[in-house]
């Protein structure tokens, strides 16, 4: 670049050693003779100064150190787009070498390639070019006028991001001789857009993806341009301090996945504006710090009339610390899928396991949550558990397992929107459920026996309580208090007939089968009755343990037994009965 540049480099994108800037000022900066040029670097802490002299202003910075002086003859001040494609993609004329592979050197080692060149060969013909990669190629402008369009006029889809194009203007240009192109990315260019609409000359006929991220541009220039994307489907506008100002009108109506990540302006009242948007299915809301979020056209367990077709909402590294913001969330009718991470509500004290449970409660007809399936089993242990997690605070709200004396006050229904759906879904929670569990401390673990001989009333009733563990760590099974019993009795076990009453001791699945088996198929001559009460965590619920005690049940040889399922409780048998008929 030679020391005769004029005004027009004002506002031009350039390329410093590697690092992007804006020219800003182009003259004399006394006592140092020569042209110099002022630019504001991308990077602040690149640069010396706010634009500043030995106190004389040449231009302003947004940052107090953004800013420096260069010579000309430093700058790169980019190329055009066909000649980046050339240079990208466009084998060097030479001479052939009797069709061998050339050598490819990774690190310092060669390495063998096979069919590399024909897919290189391909690439150059540049008339077959669908898909061009140009990222951090220093493009600025379009070039020749028709000269795109005559070299490769099928592209569809370009990246064009971190390069050097400095206004909306030559996007368009570029555009224009792209009749074909589908996918634009022009992320990290510090574009100038238009204040008055474009012509709808330049628009972009097929165009249905469009990244914008790192831009600078506004809400105001986003609806400025949007004329010209008539059929776009996915808009990219991340890290722009964007503030929606006002409501689209005719403009991305056709739009289903808008991203809007890491713009702090953005609050709940902004994304009412775009909340009629008809087609919008994916909405992501990543780093914008909403905390807050509440439908006005929707009451309690009701559906609003906002975002009809939005199914797939993304609210990661947010502020949201209150489970109302969830409640909401179950107001959208179209809602399956939601990802929410890295907030207070999910990095609480609760634990992960918890909060995702809740979630899929609070939200009914979520099928994703942070983009893992939510599997029926899943969804009914979740309902469960939060049915029961907030069965006290309900009936302290007026709840009551009569449906008739079911009337919860308006602060729970408020705080529980889903939970009189989940009771008459379920079965509203019975007492038992509600139960505080004891600590674990050795009186709790106590396993009481009632022992009475079933052939003589008179006897009176001996009552036995036993550890839950025997030596050694080893449970407690049937054969264990049998020998006990009858040790304890005097018995003999072979002519004994004893009925002994369990509660409250935590069988897991495969003690259950040997104290089926134990007591009701090695001994035909014991009549052994047993009620057993399950604590929630032990036993989890499946018909696979109901299955289990009916396969013991039919090998019982010469024996009629029946088995009753009393209750299914939270993911577990809660209470099993074992009677000989």
Not at 33 to 38: D, K, Q, R, V, Y
Not at 182 to 203: I, Q
Not at 298 to 321: E, H, R, W
């Amino acid at each position: 670049m030679n020391d005769t540049l004029t005004l027009d480099v004002i506002g031009r994108r350039v390329e410093v050693n590697g690092e992007h800037a804006t020219v800003r000022f182009s003259g004399v900066v006394p006592p140092v003779a020569g042209l110099w040029l002022g630019v504001e670097w991308d990077n602040p802490a690149r640069g010396k100064h706010d634009g500043s002299h030995e106190g004389i202003v040449y231009f302003k910075c947004r940052h107090p150190t953004g800013g420096s002086f260069v010579r000309p003859n430093k700058v790169n001040f980019g190329v055009d787009f066909l000649t980046a494609v050339n240079n990208r993609y466009v084998l060097e004329d030479g001479p052939e070498e009797d069709g061998k592979e050339q050598p490819v050197t990774i690190g310092n080692k060669p390495v063998e390639t096979i069919g590399f060149d024909s897919v290189i060969k391909q690439q150059s013909q540049l008339s077959k070019l669908q898909e061009v990669s140009l990222r951090n190629c220093v493009v600025s402008c379009a070039g020749d006028k028709g000269a795109i369009a005559k070299a490769c006029p099928n592209i569809r889809r370009v990246d064009l991001s971190r390069n050097l194009l400095s206004s909306w203007d030559e996007v368009l240009s570029i555009a224009d001789q792209l009749k074909h192109l589908e996918v634009l990315n022009l992320s990290e260019n510090k574009l100038h857009f238009p204040s008055v609409s474009p012509s709808l000359a330049g628009t972009f006929p097929a165009l249905k993806v469009l990244v914008l991220n790192r831009t600078g541009i506004t809400w105001a220039e986003v609806l400025r341009c949007a004329p010209g994307w008539p059929v776009l489907e996915e808009l990219y506008l991340k890290s722009n301090d964007i503030s929606i100002s006002e409501r689209p009108a005719d403009v991305l109506q056709t739009v289903k996945l808008l991203d809007l990540s890491s713009n702090p302006l953005i609050d709940e009242n902004q994304l009412f504006l775009i909340a009629h948007l008809p087609r919008l299915e994916q909405l992501i809301l990543s780093d914008v710090g909403i905390s807050s979020l509440h439908f006005p056209d929707a009451g309690t367990g009701c559906k609003t009339s906002m975002f009809p077709s939005l199914q797939y909402l993304v609210v990661n590294d947010n502020q949201i610390s209150q489970w109302s913001f969830i409640n909401e969330l179950d107001k959208l009718q179209s809602l399956r899928a939601l990802s929410c991470v890295r907030n207070p509500l999910t990095e609480g004290g609760s634990g992960p396991q918890t909060t995702r449970q809740f979630i899929i409660a609070k939200i009914g007809q979520l099928k994703t949550l942070n983009k893992c399936e939510i599997l029926p089993e899943e969804r009914r242990g979740a309902e469960l558990d939060y049915r029961k997690a907030f069965g006290n605070e309900w009936k302290k709200a007026g709840g009551h397992q009569d449906p008739d004396k079911n009337r919860p006050n308006e602060e729970f229904l408020a705080a529980h929107p889903r939970y009189q759906s989940l009771c008459l879904k379920y079965g509203a929670p019975e007492d038992g459920e509600l139960k505080t569990r004891q600590p674990f401390l050795l009186k709790n673990q106590l396993l009481t026996l009632k022992i009475k001989y079933p052939n003589q009333v008179d006897q009176k009733v001996t009552e036995k309580q036993l550890p839950v563990l025997l030596r050694c760590g080893a449970p407690w099974n049937t054969h264990h208090v049998h020998a006990l019993i009858c040790i304890h009795l005097q018995m003999d076990p072979a002519e004994s007939s004893i009925e002994i009453i369990c509660n409250n001791y935590c069988f897991k699945q495969y003690r259950i089968g040997v104290l089926c088996s134990r007591n009701l198929a090695a001994r035909q001559q014991i009549t052994t009755v047993l009620a057993i009460d399950f604590y929630a965590t032990c036993c989890p619920c499946s018909t696979t343990n109901i299955t289990v005690l009916q396969n013991v049940i039919r090998k019982c040889k010469g024996l009629q037994h029946r088995l009753l399922p009393i209750r299914m409780g939270i993911r577990n048998v809660s209470s099993l009965l074992l009677w000989r008929s």
